[in-house]
RNA sequence: CGGGAAGUGGCGCAGGUGGUAGCGCACCUGGUUUGGGACCAGGGGGUCGCAGGUUCAAAUCCUGUCUUCCCGACCA
């Protein structure tokens, strides 16, 4: 059992808060709502990143960089897109320091003041068409295909590690198209691209689905989201996708001349991921004891533990435990051998475990007679003796098993915490319960708000695959064409 | 941004009627240990979040400020 780490049963919000600072993954800073994320938790995201850009790369995109500061005349530009950013963008005034001339220390310069303030980018859309503007002449020019990794700033009032911080990393991808029909498909693929990514190597169960329009992203005429339901109950927004028609493209004229020889505006998406998912990851997989991470995730997929009395003891184990590290390299498996002689087994035990270490196999005096190795399962717990010459494909296959059994696990969490309710009062009772709530809607933003202030409820997605059997609203009563997914999130 | 709580060696905390800081863990040295967070002995480390103020004297009292946590508002 981990030592001070919080039960999620006790505190669950606290539980997150403890594992994610005793494992390593990242800590608070002296900045209100920053985080240092701190190596073991970048390796995590190092690994998000590397198989996300491979990902981007096969379906025809390319990276690239935009600045950090937005002149704030082109953020003006497209006006839902301001209004729902500006309430939480920081601004750049000045450009320079001076001591102060009372000796106390460095003020503001205000001789030094910005022409035109820089908002730091809550997002990229503005400097990005600004820039598309000049790319695009002909419909040869189509289509741009791009990507970037960044740091982006959103002044947040409540923040918490991952979930939701002032400052966050994420990709950004960004596509102007000639048709349509392009773009959708574009802004389709995309969030299908998330979903398989976080399903198949997150071990993460998604639910693909689309909008409402008051939780669309400012500047989109429609959102594609993967949306996932949490240990306690709450639902997490894991990815979004936009299709935004040709909004960004009319507010910073971006035009092409196509085949017929006519000027058209082009048609754009976005769609990111941020460093939000090391929060769904970590909410998903893991227990009183720590982290749980699925083995295409973990930075370190096995551990070896060497258990001995004495250097003699060491001396006899030791090439034992190299042969077992060079083989498991070998068939390219992420391996660390700890033979640090600062800390003992147990410890050794209790610190792989509380930072999620899918297998540790501890070799001792007592498996060199016997030609052994204990093989122990993070996500079990459960412990195995295995013949040394069949170590290595013991481990492939419990790797594989593991990864298949944690997404089992929160898939049949998740499909058990979707709960259809057709009157009000099992809808807030099934609300309490926790997991989405699938119930009919009248389509309106007005009955969405109400349901919102009534329940603090939000409508999380409308289900891509969803049957579309009408029924009747559950707030109002009024027709309404299918079901949608409610949940408190995050 | 409102309401509440808290900030004291790396971590967790005590001290608080003002008199210059202590405990547990961690750390360092030596020895014994090592199959689920070892033990004994010795040792090092803190301008008490920061800035002002009251006072002969401030961790302690006052004011401001920053950060964190909880609740709310806000949030794609």
């Known amino acids: 059992m981990a030592k001070n780490l919080t039960t999620r049963e006790n505190d669950y919000s606290r539980w997150y808060n403890d594992l994610v600072i005793q494992a390593d993954l990242a800590d608070n800073s002296g900045?209100?709502?920053?985080?240092?994320?701190?190596?073991?938790?970048?390796?995590?995201?190092?690994?998000?990143?590397?198989?996300?850009?491979?990902?981007?790369?096969?379906?025809?995109?390319?990276?690239?960089?935009?600045?950090?500061f937005i002149p704030k005349s082109h953020f003006s530009k497209e006006a839902d897109h301001v209004e729902g950013f500006a309430k939480e963008c920081a601004v750049v005034t000045h450009y320079r320091l001076k001591n102060n001339p009372n000796g106390s220390g460095i003020i503001v310069d205000e001789d030094a003041k910005l022409e035109e303030e820089?908002?730091?980018?809550?997002?990229?859309?503005?400097?990005?068409?600004?820039?598309?503007?000049?790319?695009?002449?002909?419909?040869?020019?189509?289509?741009?295909?791009?990507?970037?990794?960044?740091?982006?700033?959103?002044?947040?009032?409540?923040?918490?590690?991952?979930?939701?911080?002032?400052?966050?990393?994420?990709?950004?991808?960004?596509?102007?198209?000639?048709?349509?029909?392009?773009?959708?498909?574009?802004?389709?693929?995309?969030?299908?691209?998330?979903?398989?990514?976080?399903?198949?190597?997150?071990?993460?169960?998604?639910?693909?689905?689309?909008?409402?329009?008051?939780?669309?992203?400012?500047g989109a005429l429609e959102t594609f989201?993967?949306?996932?339901?949490?240990?306690?109950?709450?639902?997490?927004?894991?990815?979004?996708?936009?299709?935004?028609?040709?909004?960004?493209?009319k507010a910073f004229d971006v035009k092409f001349q196509d085949k017929d020889g006519g000027m058209k505006f082009v048609w754009g998406t976005s769609w990111g991921v941020s460093t939000r998912l090391m929060g769904a990851l970590i909410m998903?997989?893991?227990?009183?004891?720590?982290?749980?991470?699925?083995?295409?995730?973990?930075?370190?997929?096995?551990?070896?533990?060497?258990?001995?009395?004495?250097?003699?003891?060491?001396?006899?184990?030791?090439?034992?435990?190299?042969?077992?590290?060079?083989?498991?390299?070998a068939s390219g498996i992420r391996v660390k051998y700890d033979n640090r002689d600062t800390h003992k087994p147990g410890w050794k035990f209790n610190e792989y475990e509380l930072k999620g270490v899918p297998l540790r196999i501890a070799l001792g005096p007592r498996d060199l007679e016997k030609g052994t190795a204990e093989v122990a399962r993070r996500d079990t717990l459960s412990k195995e003796l295995v013949k040394l010459k069949d170590l290595s494909d013991h481990i492939k296959s419990n790797l594989?098993?593991?990864?298949?059994?944690?997404?089992?696990?929160?898939?049949?969490?998740?499909?058990?915490n979707i709960n259809p309710a057709d009157d009000?009062?099992?809808?807030?009772?099934?609300?309490?319960?926790?997991?989405?709530?699938?119930?009919?809607?009248?389509?309106?933003?007005?009955?969405?708000?109400?349901?919102?202030?009534?329940?603090?409820?939000?409508?999380?997605?409308?289900?891509?695959?969803?049957?579309?059997?009408?029924?009747?609203?559950?707030?109002?009563g009024k027709p309404s064409k299918e079901r949608v997914l409610f949940a408190r999130a995050y």
């Open 400 to 416: 594989s098993e593991i990864q298949v059994q944690l997404y089992a696990k929160a898939k049949k969490s998740l499909d058990a």
């Open 118 to 218: 820089l908002i730091v980018r809550p997002t990229s859309e503005t400097i990005i068409w600004d820039t598309y503007k000049k790319w695009v002449q002909s419909y040869r020019d189509l289509p741009i295909m791009v990507n970037q990794w960044a740091n982006v700033v959103r002044w947040e009032m409540r923040t918490r590690l991952f979930l939701r911080t002032s400052e966050f990393l994420w990709q950004e991808g960004h596509t102007a198209h000639a048709t349509e029909k392009e773009a959708i498909f574009e802004s389709q693929q995309m969030i299908d691209v998330y979903g398989d990514f976080v399903e198949e190597y997150m071990a993460i169960p998604v639910i693909r689905g689309t909008k409402s329009s008051n939780e669309r992203f400012a």
């Open 31 to 68: 900045v209100r709502g920053c985080m240092i994320v701190k190596p073991y938790g970048f390796a995590i995201w190092e690994r998000i990143q590397q198989e996300l850009d491979s990902r981007f790369k096969e379906t025809g995109h390319v990276n690239a960089y935009f600045p950090l």
């Open 284 to 329: 998903t997989h893991s227990d009183d004891n720590g982290l749980v991470l699925p083995p295409k995730l973990a930075p370190i997929q096995v551990v070896i533990i060497p258990i001995y009395r004495g250097e003699k003891e060491f001396e006899e184990l030791d090439p034992v435990a190299l042969k077992v590290l060079k083989e498991l390299k």
């Open 424 to 476: 009000w009062e099992s809808f807030e009772s099934a609300l309490d319960k926790g997991g989405f709530v699938s119930a009919h809607w009248d389509g309106t933003s007005e009955t969405e708000n109400k349901i919102k202030e009534m329940t603090k409820a939000t409508i999380r997605c409308i289900p891509i695959e969803n049957k579309k059997i009408s029924g009747s609203c559950i707030l109002t």
């Open 225 to 249: 989201c993967i949306e996932t339901l949490m240990q306690d109950g709450k639902a997490l927004q894991a990815g979004t996708s936009h299709f935004l028609g040709q909004n960004f493209a």
